[in-house]
């Protein structure tokens, strides 16, 4: 296939416009579950659960406020883009 046919695919495309960390965490996300909504709803908790082991409690309350934020607005992006999630996770 033609490498410009190949970028302009649509699921490349979305996979190119998502957010780096996202990226990074479906590529490192590992899952036995067969039906996309539950491997969607296991990588939601992924997720959270990669950012929430980051807000430890010795840490400032500006530093945890920060991750709080960065994992609340990765779960927003998430449940927004739902559909290119399930479609990458898929692969």
């Keep these: 296939m033609h490498l410009l046919k190949?970028?302009?695919?649509p699921f490349i495309i979305?996979?190119?416009d998502m957010k780096p960390?996202?990226?990074e965490l479906i590529k490192s996300f590992k899952s036995n579950k067969k039906?996309?909504?539950e491997r969607y709803n296991e990588?939601?908790?992924y997720c959270f659960s990669a950012?929430?082991?980051?807000v430890k409690p010795k840490l400032p309350d500006k530093?945890?406020?920060k991750y709080i934020i960065m994992r609340d607005n990765m779960i927003k992006y998430l449940i927004a883009h739902?559909?290119?999630v399930i479609d990458q996770l898929s692969r």
């Design 6 to 9: 190949l970028i302009s695919h």
């Design 14 to 16: 979305k996979f190119i």
């Design 21 to 23: 960390e996202i990226k």
């Design 35 to 37: 039906n996309r909504r």
């Design 43 to 45: 990588f939601l908790y």
């Design 51 to 54: 950012y929430d082991d980051k």
């Design 63 to 65: 530093v945890k406020n």
């Design 82 to 84: 739902e559909q290119e």
